[in-house]
């Protein structure tokens, strides 16, 4: 088989080729997971800031995420879910990375600012009414490798926050990058709400367009 | 009949197998668990270094008084008992109790340190007291002894520890928190105080050190927190 490849991509693969497929499935119960079992491990302070210095502006000091949303029961099963879960999602998301750039994928689904910014402009545009019709796509839109960009950097954001979180003395240059150990905890929560907010928003566009979703199954034909 | 027989036996073994199966995939989350934590302490040793110190924080983030939370698992404060001291002992040349003044007359050191805990908050304060290095100096601790044991009078609590965390040049027995003596909220009369480890780690109400070949456990890490606890 010839694998030619064109700017937009490697030709004579599949919309969602099976590793891509797979990684994308592990992923949804293991961030389900980490974000319940991290929800928990924040019921135990629900606050932002050190003690005695709260963040004055986190509207939400001293209120707990609700109990649907908290997964591991108590503070120390919660913990140990965290810990565990996270390697399989850091080995998931480095199998997929090290996929994408061994066999060029990353070409049609990351946002190049060259490439894709006209066309991420031009489908707000679109999507604001301002444009009667979106514009022309070849595999994914400018907007839509934008989202998947910035969610894969939240991912990295989330992993080394986390690590700063964990081990503030042993790795105390990374905690030092997010402004210290309670800067990194503010880091990380706001790491998750800004991926819950990228998972609905990709659901009810998945739901719009249910061809990406059969894709995502199936793989898609080969183009 | 005996058809029926089969059928049965093949449903009963189907039954059987079948909740055998649940019970077994019931245990594999905590199978999955003890795997991952043994592989999470793994790293947590392998990455802590001895000679890493901990940045001392600036004064101006030092925690108010009485924003700084305590606490102790005994239903009231515990008061240290009269003519108290502190027994050493375990695997070491010389067992000695020691007085507070005792103890105070050893090498001070002073450190301000960020506190963390495991329920996620930090707090910062500066505490005095003796390195469990001169300590174990002092008492002839054996090299044999890869552990520490530390007990406490609240109620029994306590926890021990790896001796290259518990000999860490800014592991100390606290007798004084932000320059006053140690309040009995704190662990008065002494503490074990230490960045290299989470809060429950750091055992107040001291009343015994033991030097010891094995870990022995301790009060949340026997209810399932984590054993090593570095940071």
Redesign the interface.
Same mark, same amino acid.
């Given at each position: 088989m010839v694998s030619t490849t064109t700017a937009d991509g490697p030709k004579g693969r599949q919309a969602q080729p099976l590793l891509i497929r797979l990684a994308h499935w592990v992923n949804v119960p293991l961030l389900v997971l980490m974000a319940g079992s991290g929800l928990q491990i924040f019921v135990a302070y629900p606050m932002l800031g050190p003690r005695g210095a709260l963040y004055p502006w986190y509207p939400l000091q001293g209120s707990p995420p609700p109990t649907w949303l908290r997964f591991g029961g108590w503070l120390a099963g919660a913990r140990h879910w965290h810990f565990a879960l996270a390697w399989l999602l850091i080995v998931n998301a480095g199998v997929y990375l090290v996929y994408l750039f061994v066999r060029g994928e990353w070409r049609r689904r990351f946002f190049l600012p060259r490439r894709d910014l006209k066309n991420a402009v031009a489908m707000v545009a679109y999507y604001l009414r301002i444009h009667r019709t979106p514009p022309p796509t070849e595999f994914y839109n400018g907007l839509q490798r934008l989202a998947y960009t910035v969610a894969i950097l939240l991912g990295l954001i989330e992993v080394l926050s986390g690590l700063a979180i964990y081990k503030p003395l042993q790795l105390h240059w990374l905690t030092s990058i997010f402004g210290g150990y309670d800067g990194a905890r503010t880091v990380h929560l706001l790491g998750l709400v800004l991926l819950a907010l990228f998972t609905a928003n990709h659901l009810v566009l998945v739901a719009l367009h249910p061809r990406t979703f059969i894709d995502m199954l199936t793989g898609g034909k080969r183009e | 009949m005996s058809d029926l027989v089969t059928r049965r036996t093949i449903l009963k073994a189907a039954v059987a197998g079948a909740a055998l199966a649940a019970s077994g995939a019931l245990g594999v989350p905590s199978r =999955? /668990?003890r795997a991952? %934590?043994a592989?999470?302490q793994g790293i947590d040793r392998l990455? =802590?270094?001895p000679d !890493?110190m901990? #940045?001392e924080p600036s004064l101006a983030?030092v925690?108010?008084d009485g924003? =700084? #939370?305590s606490y102790f698992i005994s239903s009231t404060m515990p008061f240290p008992p009269a003519n108290w001291m502190l027994k050493v002992g375990g695997l070491v040349a010389h067992p000695t109790a020691f007085s507070l003044e005792e103890l105070q007359r050893m090498p001070r050191t002073d450190m301000r340190l !960020?506190h963390?805990?495991?329920? %996620?908050?930090?707090?910062?304060a500066s505490w005095h007291g003796v390195r469990m290095r001169e300590l174990a100096n002092v008492v002839g601790a054996d090299r044999r002894a890869r552990y520490v044991e530390f007990r406490s009078f609240d109620n029994g609590y306590w926890s021990s520890w790896d001796g290259e965390s518990a000999l860490h040049n800014q592991t100390i027995l606290a007798y004084g928190m932000n320059g006053d003596p140690l309040y009995p909220d704190h662990g008065a009369p002494l503490r074990l105080y230490s #960045?290299?480890k989470l809060g429950y780690k750091m055992v107040k109400y001291l009343t015994e050190v033991n030097f010891l070949p094995d870990p022995t456990g301790g009060y949340?890490e026997n209810? %399932?927190?984590?054993w090593f606890a570095? /940071?």
């Open positions: - | =999955f /668990l991952m %934590g592989w999470n990455i =802590f270094a !890493r901990a #940045p983030e925690t108010p924003d =700084f #939370p !960020r963390h805990c495991v329920e %996620g908050w930090s707090a910062v #960045p290299v949340w209810q %399932g927190y984590e570095g /940071l």
